[in-house]
C-alpha cells in the first residue's frame, strides 16, 4: 500500500519514518494473514451482512428509498493516550457550548457585555424566538452533542463542526461496530477494544432523568420526520435498540399543555421527546407554519414544563459556523480556560478586520454561510475563476454579516479497501457524548466517515462517501458492559409491552391487507394463465371467463370479452395479464402490491425482526430477475414470478404466524389479512355462481384451485367436484384458513381483545357489522345450490350473501379506522380529562 504524498496529509497508520504505529500492528497483522483474497472475502461478507440486516441511507433527489449503506472493513483505530485527550476536550467543547445556549435563550449576558456580536443569537435563522425564556431540565438544552474531528497534516486534532440540534449517526457506528466485531473477533478482543453500550445505557438513564413526571418509567418516544429522511434506519434501528417508540408528528398531540401519544386504547402522556426533526418544524403553531412534521402546541407544551425535548428546541443555534470565531474567548470568559481543541481557523465577515482578510487570501479558503442555511452550497476558493471570485467578493460586501470563512485543511488518511487492495482514504471523526448529571460522557468509538477519494474537499455520504468503524483502545482490560440493567430489584412480569400506536396499528393492518392482496392476485392471476396458454387453444373458455370477471370486478383487469369474441382476442387477454402482473403504473398490478407492502416495510423497520425484513425487502427481486431475463417466451416467466411471490408471501405469513406474539400489533395485522381474504373469496365464489358454467367440474376444480384447498376437498369427496360441496368448503367450514367462516371467526376473536370492544357497554360500529354478516354466514345453507335451476344461482341465498359480504368489507374497514387509526381518548388511568383526538391517520391504500 503506498503512502500517501507527504507533508499533504497526516499518515494514521505509518509514522514519518514509515514504521507502523504501535495501535494499528495487531489489525494490520490480521490482514496480512488473510491475504488479498481474505480481505475481498471479508469485504464481501460485510456488504452481505449490511443487505441482510437492512441497513440504509437516503440519498437526496435519487429514485427509492434505500441506498446500501457503505462501510469499510478495515476499522479506523485510536489509541487510548490519544483518546484520553479527545475526550477531556470534547467534554469541555459541549460544557462550554451548553453554557451559551443556556445564556442565548436567557439573560444574554454574553451579548449585553459583549463578550459575542448580538448577530451570532438575534439574527440567526435558528435563533427561536419563541422559546427565549424556557429553561430546560437541569439546565441542560444540549443533552445530545456530537463533532466532527479531522486531523490535520501536523496531526493535530480540529473540530470541523459541532452539531448541536440532532447529532445523527451513532446508531450507524453502533451498526458498524456489529459488523466488524464479527468480522474480526481475535483482534477485536486481542487489541482490548472499548465497548459502547455504555453509552447507550447512559443515554437511557440521562434521558429518563429530565422527565418531568416522577415515575418509575418515563414515556420517552424518538421523533422522526418519517421513512423519507436520510437517516430513517438510524432512527429506527435507535428506537428499537433504546426500546423507545418510535413516532412521527401524526402520532402525537397536544391537549391542555401536555404531549400525548395516539394509541388503540386512547391517549398517553409522554415525558421525553428524543427529538429527529429539525428545530423550525417542530410546532407548526409557533414556529415553521408549513410544517408537516411537527406537533401543533409542542412549544406550549415545552414551556410549561410538562414534556422534555432532547436536545432543546433552538439548539441548532450553536452549530453556526461563525460561532467558532468567538469560541476560543468565550471559554475563557465562560469557563476560565482555553479551549483544548481548536476549531478550524474561521472568519465572521460581519467584522471589518475578518472580512477584508478573507477577501486577501479567499483562494486558500472555503466560503459558507455564516449561519446553517438548507440548501446554500459551499465555495472553495481555490476552484473559482478570477471572475467567480470577484463576483463571490461583492456579494459578500453586500451582506458581510452573513459569511464566513474557513481553512481548508487537508484530511488525514487511513487505510481502506478499495477495487481489491488496501489504499489511503481521507477520513473524518463523528464523535458522540451525551449529558450526565455532572457533566457529559463520550461514546468510547465513533462514526468514521470515508471521502470518495484522496483529493475530494468533501466528506459526506451523500456525496459517494463511505464509512468505517471506530476502535478506541484501553490501556487495561476492557469491561463486559450491557444494555440490559444488571440491578437486582424485582422485575413487574408483562404479557405485552406499552400500548401500541394508532399509526402502528394501521400500519400493521395494511400491510396484511396488501400481503394478502399481492398473494390472492397472484393465486387468481397463475390459474387464468395456465388455463390461457398456447396450448390449450383457449379451449377453456368456461373456465377462463369466471376468472376473468373475478379479476375484472377486483379492478384487476379492466374489461373481460364477450364469450363469443374470447378465442380471437387471446393476445389482447394475455397482455392485460401480463400488465396486472408486472406494471408498476398499474394501481392492481402485482408489482404495485409488492411496492406498497415494502414502503409499509419501511414504516414498520422498528417494529419487524430481521428476519420478516429481509423477506419483504426480497419480495422484489423476482421481478428484477424477470426484466434481466429477456425470455422469449413472457408467459412462462410471469408464472415463474407468481409462484416466487406466492412462496415468499407465505414466509412472510408463516415468520407473523411463528414469531409475532399474539399482541395487539399482531391483531391488527391478521384482521387486515383476514378482510382482504374475505373479499378475494367472496369474489372468486360470486363470479363462478354468475356463470352459465356454474356446475362444470372444471370450473369447480380452478375455484377450488385459487382457493388452495384442491387437496382438502379431495380428501373429503372421492369424486369431482360438485357445486354444493364446493361452496360448502370455501364458505361455511370453519376449519378451512381459505373459508369465509374461519375469516369471520379470527376476526371476531381479535375484537373481543380489542381495549375498546372490552369497555364498551354497547356493542361498537365495527363489531355490528362483524356480527351481522357473521350470522348471515351461519344461517347460509349452500346445499339449496343443488335444487337450483341451472341459469337462476345468482338469484339464490347464497349469491345474495357474497354480495352483502363483498360490500361490508369496506364498511368494516372504516369502522376499524374511525374507531382505533383516526380517533383516540385519553385514558382514565393516564388523565382526568377526555379530550379527543381530532387528527387522523390516513390508511396507506
Known amino acids: ?369 455564516a449561519f446553517r442555511v438548507r440548501g446554500r452550497e459551499i465555495s472553495f476558493g481555490e476552484k473559482l475563476s478570477t471572475a467567480e471570485r470577484a463576483a463571490l467578493i461583492e456579494r459578500m460586501r453586500f451582506a458581510p454579516d452573513r459569511w464566513a470563512a474557513q481553512e481548508q485543511i487537508s484530511f488525514s488518511t487511513a487505510p481502506a479497501w478499495e477495487d481489491g487492495k488496501l489504499v489511503h482514504k481521507p477520513v473524518s471523526v463523528r464523535v458522540y457524548l451525551v449529558a450526565t448529571p455532572d457533566g457529559y460522557m463520550v461514546m468510547p468509538g465513533a462514526l468514521t466517515r470515508v471521502a470518495a477519494s484522496i483529493d475530494s474537499p468533501l466528506m459526506s455520504m451523500q456525496k459517494g462517501g463511505s464509512s468505517k468503524d471506530t476502535w478506541v483502545l484501553s490501556d487495561g482490560p476492557v469491561e463486559n458492559v450491557t444494555l440490559l440493567s444488571t440491578t437486582r430489584t424485582p422485575v413487574e412480569l408483562r404479557r405485552v409491552g406499552h400500548n401500541l400506536g394508532s399509526r402502528v396499528a394501521n400500519h400493521l393492518f395494511w400491510l396484511g391487507r396488501y400481503a394478502e392482496r399481492a398473494e390472492s392476485t397472484a393465486r387468481l392471476l397463475r390459474s387464468t394463465l395456465l388455463r390461457c396458454s398456447p396450448e390449450s387453444g383457449m379451449s377453456e373458455t368456461p373456465l377462463l371467463l369466471p376468472l376473468l370477471e373475478a379479476l375484472r370486478s377486483l379492478n384487476i383487469i379492466e374489461q373481460v370479452p364477450m364469450p363469443a369474441f374470447l378465442a380471437a382476442q387471446q393476445e389482447q387477454i394475455e397482455a392485460r395479464l401480463l400488465q396486472a402482473i408486472f406494471e408498476a403504473d398499474h394501481p392492481a398490478s402485482i408489482r404495485s402490491n409488492v411496492a406498497h407492502i415494502q414502503r409499509i416495510g419501511v414504516l414498520l423497520r422498528d417494529r419487524i425482526s430481521v428476519d420478516t425484513w429481509r423477506v419483504i425487502s426480497q419480495l422484489s427481486d423476482a421481478f428484477g430477475a424477470a426484466d434481466n431475463a429477456q425470455s422469449v417466451t413472457p408467459m412462462a416467466d410471469a408464472l415463474n414470478v407468481l409462484t416466487r411471490i406466492i412462496l415468499d408471501l407465505a414466509s412472510f405469513h408463516g415468520l407473523a404466524k411463528e414469531n409475532m406474539t399474539r399482541a395487539q400489533g399482531w391483531m391488527f395485522l391478521d384482521m387486515g389479512h383476514r378482510i382482504e381474504r374475505t373479499v378475494y373469496i367472496s369474489e372468486l365464489l360470486r363470479a363462478g355462481l354468475r356463470s352459465a358454467d356454474a356446475e362444470n367440474p372444471s370450473l369447480l376444480e380452478a375455484i377450488l384451485e385459487v382457493g388452495d384447498s384442491t387437496i382438502t376437498y379431495r380428501n373429503r369427496y372421492s369424486l369431482l367436484p360438485q357445486l354444493a360441496a364446493v361452496y360448502d368448503l370455501l364458505m361455511l367450514d370453519e376449519l378451512n384458513p381459505r373459508g369465509l367462516r374461519f375469516q369471520f371467526q379470527r376476526i371476531e376473536g381479535h375484537f373481543r381483545h380489542l381495549p375498546r370492544e372490552q369497555n364498551s357497554a354497547l356493542l361498537t360500529p365495527a363489531m355490528r357489522v362483524l356480527i351481522e354478516n357473521s350470522t348471515r354466514l351461519q344461517l347460509c345453507d349452500p346445499t339449496e345450490l343443488a335444487r337450483v335451476e341451472p341459469g337462476q344461482w345468482s338469484q339464490t341465498q347464497v349469491a345474495k350473501l357474497l354480495t352483502q359480504l363483498i360490500e361490508a368489507m369496506p364498511q368494516l374497514n372504516d369502522a376499524l379506522t374511525a374507531g382505533y387509526f383516526a380517533h383516540s381518548t385519553i385514558s382514565s388511568s393516564d388523565s382526568d380529562s377526555d379530550a379527543e383526538s381530532a387528527a387522523a391517520d390516513t390508511p396507506p391504500a
Open 1 to 369: 500500500m503506498d503512502s500517501p504524498e507527504a507533508g499533504l496529509h497526516y499518515d494514521e497508520l505509518r509514522d514519518p519514518a514509515g514504521r507502523l504505529r504501535a495501535h494499528y500492528e495487531l489489525v494490520i497483522a490480521d490482514l496480512k494473514k488473510r491475504d488479498n483474497s481474505g480481505v475481498k472475502r471479508m469485504a464481501d461478507t460485510a456488504r452481505r451482512l449490511l443487505a441482510e440486516r437492512g441497513v440504509t441511507f437516503n440519498v437526496y433527489g435519487e429514485k427509492g428509498m434505500d441506498t446500501p449503506w457503505t462501510m469499510d472493513p478495515v476499522p479506523f483505530v485510536i489509541s487510548a493516550s490519544e483518546w484520553e485527550g479527545i475526550e477531556t476536550a470534547l467534554i469541555q467543547r459541549a460544557t462550554l457550548l451548553n453554557t451559551i445556549l443556556n445564556d442565548s435563550y436567557g439573560p444574554q449576558k454574553l451579548i449585553r457585555q459583549g463578550d459575542m456580536p448580538a448577530a451570532m443569537v438575534l439574527a440567526q435563522p435558528a435563533y427561536l424566538r419563541p422559546c427565549h425564556g424556557i429553561k430546560p431540565p437541569h439546565e441542560k438544552p444540549l443533552q445530545v452533542y456530537g463533532a466532527d474531528l479531522a486531523r490535520s497534516p501536523d496531526g493535530q486534532w480540529w473540530v470541523l463542526a459541532d452539531r448541536t440540534q440532532i447529532p445523527t449517526g451513532a446508531g450507524y457506528a453502533l451498526e458498524n461496530r456489529l459488523i466488524t466485531s464479527r468480522l474480526l473477533p481475535e483482534v477485536f478482543r486481542d487489541a482490548r477494544v472499548r465497548r459502547l453500550a455504555g453509552f447507550f445505557r447512559q443515554m437511557q438513564q440521562s434521558l429518563s432523568a429530565v422527565a418531568p413526571r416522577r415515575v418509575e418509567e418515563p414515556r420517552v418516544v424518538l421523533l422522526t420526520p418519517g421513512p423519507y429522511n436520510e437517516t430513517y434506519f438510524e432512527q429506527a434501528y435507535l428506537a428499537r435498540y433504546l426500546g423507545y417508540t418510535l413516532v412521527e408528528g401524526e402520532d402525537l398531540t397536544v391537549r391542555d399543555d401536555r404531549v400525548y401519544l395516539k394509541t388503540l386504547s386512547g391517549l398517553e402522556p409522554v415525558d421525553v421527546i428524543l427529538r429527529r426533526v429539525d428545530d423550525d418544524f417542530c410546532d407548526p403553531l409557533e414556529l415553521r407554519n408549513d410544517s408537516m412534521l411537527g406537533v401543533p402546541g409542542l412549544v406550549r407544551a415545552v414551556r410549561a414544563g410538562n414534556v422534555a425535548l432532547a436536545n432543546a428546541l433552538g439548539s441548532g443555534l450553536a452549530e453556526a459556523p461563525a460561532m467558532m470565531a468567538f469560541l476560543p474567548g468565550l471559554c475563557r470568559k465562560l469557563l476560565g480556560e482555553d479551549l483544548l481543541m481548536p476549531s478550524v481557523a474561521t472568519w465572521w465577515c460581519g467584522q471589518e478586520t475578518p472580512r477584508a482578510e478573507v477577501e486577501q487570501k479567499i483562494d486558500k479558503l472555503v466560503i459558507k454561510s
